[in-house]
């Protein structure tokens, strides 16, 4: 009875502990840890379907039909544009921000920007080359190059960018929490366009700009996480009296 209270005491301690909102292994960490879970989830579930040609298979080949016949020249023209903003946009954004907080000297903020980012690229690669998913018939007159349809990289690369420079906004130092809500419902717009632009003009199937954006949220968690240990850790540690 005893061990089994001391047991239950540090269980409950440890969940406690979780949800602390004061401790950098606390609340902060616990949503990162759990978002990306979630997205892993998602994306491990998507590439199970997609390997294993199973009914959302089937679905996505029904949505590329679908828009193959109602598409229109103005819309294609229009989403044409609109799916610049996933590439080269973002490449330029992402050498735009790295020459501002380089000038800044916001050092650490900016290797967790090019890891993020570089290192989503690098990893987009492997999973293409990884689940080889050929693209769908129509995707020729849109594609520039040859590669392959699992993930959507202009998803992948969107998500990653507009959202963690939609927090490099929000967390500046007086910014008020309407822009907070503004850019990052911003960034979700764009995001959402991009993804949409994808299956609009029949590059990627429905799936494709789901496992990118999957794929996006799971690593840009896992960078959000780490970065929260080290950045609150360090903080944390200078708080503490010196022995």
């Known amino acids: 009875m005893v061990r089994d209270a001391a047991v239950a005491r540090r269980v409950r301690d440890f969940v406690a502990a979780r949800f602390d909102t004061k401790s950098h292994t606390g609340l902060g960490l616990t949503l990162r840890l759990v978002g990306f879970a979630l997205a892993v989830w998602v994306f491990s579930g998507l590439v199970d379907a997609v390997l294993d040609n199973e009914t959302i298979v089937r679905m996505d080949r029904v949505v590329e039909a679908w828009f193959h016949v109602h598409s229109t020249p103005t819309g294609l023209t229009v989403f044409d544009v609109v799916t610049q903003f996933g590439l080269p946009?973002?490449?330029?954004?992402?050498?735009?921000?790295?020459?501002?907080?380089?000038?800044?000297?916001?050092?650490?903020?900016?290797?967790?920007?090019?890891?993020?980012?570089?290192?989503?690229?690098?990893?987009?690669?492997?999973?293409?080359?990884?689940?080889?998913?050929?693209?769908?018939?129509?995707?020729?007159?849109?594609?520039?190059?040859?590669?392959?349809?699992?993930?959507?990289?202009?998803?992948?690369?969107?998500?990653?960018?507009?959202?963690?420079?939609?927090?490099?906004?929000?967390?500046?130092?007086?910014?008020?929490?309407?822009?907070?809500?503004?850019?990052?419902?911003?960034?979700?717009?764009?995001?959402?366009?991009?993804a949409f632009s994808r299956v609009y003009l029949g590059v990627h199937y429905p799936s494709d700009v789901a496992g990118g954006f999957a794929a996006g949220m799971a690593w840009l968690t896992a960078c959000g996480a780490t970065r929260h240990l080290v950045t609150k850790g360090r903080a944390f540690s200078r708080l503490q009296p010196e022995e």
């Open 89 to 194: 946009v973002v490449d330029a954004a992402i050498a735009a921000v790295a020459l501002i907080l380089l000038y800044r000297r916001e050092y650490p903020l900016l290797v967790t920007w090019l890891f993020a980012n570089l290192g989503g690229k690098a990893i987009e690669y492997v999973i293409k080359n990884t689940v080889h998913r050929t693209r769908p018939q129509y995707a020729a007159e849109f594609l520039h190059g040859v590669s392959y349809s699992f993930p959507s990289g202009h998803t992948m690369g969107s998500t990653i960018c507009y959202l963690m420079l939609a927090y490099i906004v929000a967390a500046r130092p007086g910014a008020s929490r309407r822009t907070r809500w503004i850019v990052f419902l911003i960034a979700g717009a764009l995001i959402f366009a991009v």
